[in-house]
């Protein structure tokens, strides 16, 4: 079994408040878990309402199949009609039992 995650910090450059904030973080979220089936978490900079990093985790037993979807869900959120700038991204993949 192979366990990917991915930690994705974002700015949020037109962002002017923690509401407006947790309004584009939410539908990032919601739109990536239901489009790859993974899971994602704001993980960091809670209070920094210009700052976001998300936590994404992918489970599969081929390790080509969990970096391929992290590396989509990296384009999406890039790609995305989002209101973000991705700043860093890092990506990796663990081999469990």
């Known amino acids: 079994m192979n366990v990917g995650v991915c930690k994705i910090r974002l700015r949020l450059p037109e ?6 904030k947790r309004q584009v973080l939410k ?3 919601t739109r990536v878990e239901n489009k790859f ?6 993980v960091d900079d809670h209070d920094l309402w210009q ?3 998300l936590g994404i ?7 080509r199949h ?11 959120i ?4 989002f209101e973000v700038e991705m700043l ?10």
């Open 15 to 20: 962002n002017v408040s923690l509401k407006g």
């Open 27 to 29: 539908s990032i979220i």
């Open 37 to 42: 089936n993974v899971s994602v978490a704001e």
């Open 51 to 53: 700052l976001a990093t």
């Open 57 to 63: 985790g992918c489970v599969s037993n081929d390790k």
């Open 66 to 76: 969990t970096n391929e979807v992290l590396s989509k869900v990296v384009d999406f």
């Open 78 to 81: 890039v790609n995305g009609r």
């Open 88 to 97: 860093d991204y890092e990506i990796e993949i663990m081999s469990v039992f």
